[in-house]
């Protein structure tokens, strides 16, 4: 789930085109075909949380409702790795768009074919309204809903019951287990999700009361360990942004993720990742990736 309440960002990639050395016969107006990418296949898949909304400019020309930024943790990852990127992380997904078809968009995981050498995935938070309870939490406490709400409503607190969380442990498991099928020998890492609270007290970019902090910390708690649980089993590796001892939460010094928009400053998406987030996130995963 993401509402952009900025205005979308357009970017254009002009590639210079040189000859060099034509001794074939070429005539001097015939253009050589561009080459074919080179490095290890590279699929990005997940939500907004992957996909990076409002975070610098749109990857997608013209943008589109996943709203892929040029900058998110694996664009990032691969431009240092020189990796082949397969981006198709969506805003809005849940593990069921990973796995099946979503309108017009086929299953991220047929992005993985057996010549993937690595595959990151961050995806659940939708599957347990864990951002659309932050939002709505928030809301509640403001003087109107953020602009790009649909319908102009604050949403409605959905806290997830006992059955959420057993679907998704299904659902991450049966994504798992398409990836070691579908490249048995592409890394596989789960990226969880940047701290969206502090761990303790609140602040102004998180109008959030007492009760509605311990329930979003909870969920965010337990999908940690949802996910963690399952990287365990498939041998998966796990990259968590949070910091022991670092507080990097929307209320810290150095936030990597997005709180509530006051109405008074530059538009952004709420409870998302910031630039410093995905560019922290790329860094870890840099570490952890071998070639």
Not at 149 to 157: D, E, L, N, Y
Not at 240 to 249: I, K, L, N, S, V
Request: proline residues 10%.
């Amino acid at each position: 789930m993401a509402w952009v309440v900025r205005r979308a960002g357009f970017w254009w990639l002009a590639l210079p085109l040189a000859l060099a050395g034509v001794s074939s016969g070429l005539a001097a107006q015939d253009v050589l075909p561009a080459p074919a990418p080179v490095g290890p296949r590279y699929v990005s898949m997940g939500s907004s949380f992957a996909a990076g909304p409002g975070v610098t400019v749109s990857a997608d020309v013209p943008a589109n409702r996943c709203a892929r930024s040029a900058d998110n943790y694996a664009r990032q990852l691969a431009r240092r790795r020189h990796y082949v990127l397969v981006d198709v992380a969506c805003s809005g997904a849940t593990t069921e768009h990973v796995l099946g078809p979503w309108n017009e968009l086929a299953p991220q995981i047929e992005a993985v074919t057996p010549d993937t050498a690595l595959v990151t995935v961050t995806v659940g938070g939708n599957d347990v309204s864990f951002v659309r309870d932050l939002i709505a939490f928030a809301c509640a406490a403001g003087p109107q809903p953020p602009v790009g709400a649909p319908g102009g409503k604050c949403p409605t607190v959905a806290v997830p019951a006992e059955a959420d969380w057993r679907a998704l442990a299904v659902a991450l498991d049966r994504m798992a287990g398409e990836v070691r099928r579908r490249a048995p020998r592409a890394q596989l890492v789960f990226v969880q999700y940047v701290q969206m609270v502090p761990l303790r007290g609140s602040c102004a970019a998180v109008p959030i009361s007492p009760v509605g902090l311990a329930t979003v910390r909870a969920i965010q708690g337990r999908l940690l360990k949802v996910t963690a649980r399952v990287a365990r089993q498939w041998h998966a590796r796990i990259v968590d942004p949070r910091e022991p001892g670092a507080a990097h939460d929307p209320c810290s010094a150095a936030p990597w993720a997005s709180g509530f928009p006051d109405g008074k400053g530059a538009p952004f998406v709420p409870f998302h990742p910031n630039l410093s987030g995905m560019t922290a996130i790329a860094d870890r995963l840099d570490r952890i990736v071998h070639p």
